[in-house]
Each structure stands twice: as C-alpha cells, then as structure tokens.
C-alpha cells in the first residue's frame, strides 16, 4: 500500500514503516504512542489522526536462524523487547508480531537502502488462519 494510500484504508493497515533522526529504520504500529512532534505523517495526514488504529506488538527474536522460521515461534524471543515498534532495523533482524486481529507472523530484514527516501526489504512469513 502506498503512502496516498494508507488514510482511506486504515482498517488494512497493520504496520507500516519510516525512516527516523533517532531510531532509524523503524516498523510501526498504527496505535504506537508518539513522543511530542515526532509522528508519521502520511502526506499531511498524522497517524494519530486516525479513526482506525490497529495495535501490532513487535517481539524481538534473539539467536535466530534467518532460514529456519519454525525457530522463531518457539525460542529466543525477548519478551521484554515488546513494543508497537522495532526500530533501528538493520539487515537480519528478526521481528515475531502479532496483530491486533491475532495473525501473528515474523519478519526478516533483507535489507535498508537510503535514509528518508529510502526503502526496506522484508521478508514477511505469517501463520495461516483456520
């Protein structure tokens, strides 16, 4: 989804990302919490203008095979690295999240390329409804 996009599509989104002076590349949760001016702003839409807000916590996986996905649902996560964000992402980072409808799934950081304008390459695995 793109930028233009998100706004009028809010119930759809679950995380998105930004580029930050402090925490660098970030994945964020729409309900995260933002320090004073410091907010994502979708062309001039703040997030925390939003009617729909869906909370994604991140859990940050320690030790991870980066080929092995069965390893990150049933070891090695730090659960007192939960939060509405994963930031200062660098390429390997593993990330387990679970969103506010109860799909959790992970994320591998393939890469970060440029700063404010750059992008990021994920590696996203979720478990499949029943």
């Known amino acids: 989804m793109t930028v233009s996009q998100a706004p ?36 001039s839409v703040k997030m925390s203008t939003w009617t729909t807000k869906n909370a994604t916590k991140f859990f940050k996986v320690t030790g991870a095979d980066g080929n092995d996905p069965e390893s990150w649902w ?28 109860e799909v959790r799934g992970a994320f591998v950081v393939v890469s970060v390329n440029g700063e404010n304008a750059g992008t990021i390459s994920l590696k996203i695995i979720h478990e499949e409804e029943e």
Do not use: C
């Not at 070891?75 to 387990?96: M, R, Y």
């Open 74 to 101: 049933n070891e090695n996560i730090d659960k007192a690295t939960t939060d509405t964000h994963a930031p200062q992402l660098a390429a390997g980072n593993v990330f387990i999240f679970e969103t506010e409808r």
């Open 8 to 43: 009028n599509n809010q119930a759809q989104v679950d995380f998105a990302y930004y580029y930050g002076a402090t925490n660098k590349a970030t994945i964020v949760s729409p309900d995260h919490t933002w320090a004073g001016t410091n907010e994502m702003t979708w062309g």
